[in-house]
């Protein structure tokens, strides 16, 4: 079981939708979790961090999470084109963070 | 304060030739990492470095080599350049109870 799975995608919305990307981690003693938005050809970049379980919101991004479902999810409201993108998931561990694949996703105009 | 920074950003090697990526970050972290990522795949860490002096393999360190002889510098070796190791190279920071800051990556072919 790898230790982050993520819904491979692709996901796409129309743009004003709620976008929903999801994250499982197999690590019940995970304390860290952080979502990366990465552009095409471009570097992650951390759009969302959560410690601790229920919501956490910044503008458009809402992330959620709960520790006794091993869970983590990311709502984009009002979804943009801009917001086109992969979403990775991370959960931190000992000396690491352990990356999900990512999740494509397509706002479309 | 920059970060993480890579260099070079674009390379082109041919088969056999060696380089070394370099990565420099001022944030003072002890926490250092390589990745690659082959194009539509997620990242795969080749080495990492908890500290000055110490480093040790990720998931896929074959063909590379690592060293930390400062906090602030983590280069990475490609001794023998191969096909499969054309790739978009990332170097990553990590500090206590902070996320992950990533360089702007290293682009690499190898012909």
């Known amino acids: 079981q790898k230790e982050v799975e993520q819904n491979s995608g692709p996901l796409s919305v129309p743009e004003g939708a709620i976008a929903s990307l999801n994250c499982t981690y197999s690590?019940?003693?995970?304390?860290?979790f952080f979502w990366y938005r990465q552009y095409s050809g471009k570097s992650p970049e951390l759009i969302m961090s959560?410690?601790?379980?229920g919501d956490k919101e910044d503008g458009r991004f809402t992330a959620q999470l709960n520790k006794a479902s091993q869970y983590v999810s990311l709502l984009i409201r009002d979804s943009q084109p801009s917001d086109s993108a992969t979403y990775l998931c991370?959960?931190?561990?000992?000396?690491?963070?352990?990356f999900g694949t990512g999740t494509r996703l397509t706002v479309i105009p | 304060n920059a970060g993480v920074t890579q260099t070079p950003k674009f390379r082109i090697l041919k088969i056999g030739q060696s380089m070394t990526l370099q990565c420099a970050q001022d944030m003072n972290h002890n926490y250092m990492y390589w990745y690659r990522q082959d194009p539509g795949m997620g990242l795969k860490l080749i080495y990492y470095s908890v500290g000055a002096g110490i480093t040790d393999k990720g998931e896929v360190p074959n063909g590379y080599n690592v060293s930390r002889s400062t906090t602030e510098d983590f280069p990475l070796r490609l001794e023998l350049a191969a096909p499969s190791q054309t790739s978009v190279y990332f170097c990553?920071?990590?500090?206590?109870?902070?996320?992950?800051?990533f360089g702007d990556g290293t682009r690499l072919s190898i012909l």
């Open positions: 690590d019940r003693g995970s304390q860290s």
């Open positions: 990553a920071s990590l500090g206590a109870n902070q996320p992950q800051h």
């Open positions: 991370a959960v931190r561990g000992a000396n690491n963070l352990f």
């Open positions: 959560i410690y601790s379980n």
